[in-house]
């Protein structure tokens, strides 16, 4: 079974950090590019950043650009985003998600993992 389990969400005063982890279980990401997604209550999911398969291209939503880095470690099968001084309008529900190439369309995107929850508040 494909699986994709997001974990290292929680909460975080401003400024604050958390590395968020994307583990894949039953296939190996060595072939897929991997988008983060957020999803804020009331609002659209919105694509924060993708990496390709080789790690070699990135790419980070205007929004979160010089503060969130996308990393891959394929012998871990584990794709990581860091996120530092966050802000409270980054508070959402964190997705990783899986395919072929990079795509800020979320329909393009085959498999997904269930979500962590990132609060930022003091």
């Known amino acids: 079974q494909l699986q994709l389990v997001e974990s290292g969400g929680g909460l975080v005063q401003p400024g604050g950090s958390l590395r968020l982890s994307c583990a894949a279980s039953g296939f190996t990401l060595d072939y897929y590019a991997i988008g983060w997604f957020r999803q804020a209550p009331g609002k659209e999911r919105e694509g924060v950043s993708c990496?390709?398969?080789?790690?070699?291209?990135?790419n980070y939503a205007d929004s979160v650009k010089g503060r969130f880095t996308i990393s891959r470690n394929n012998a871990k099968n584990t794709v990581y985003l860091q996120m530092n001084s966050l802000k409270p309008e980054d508070t959402a529900i964190y997705y990783c998600a899986a395919d072929l190439e990079c795509s800020n369309y979320v329909a393009y995107y085959d498999y997904w993992g269930q979500g962590t929850q990132v609060t930022v508040s003091s």
């Open positions: 990496i390709s398969s080789s790690g070699g291209s990135a």
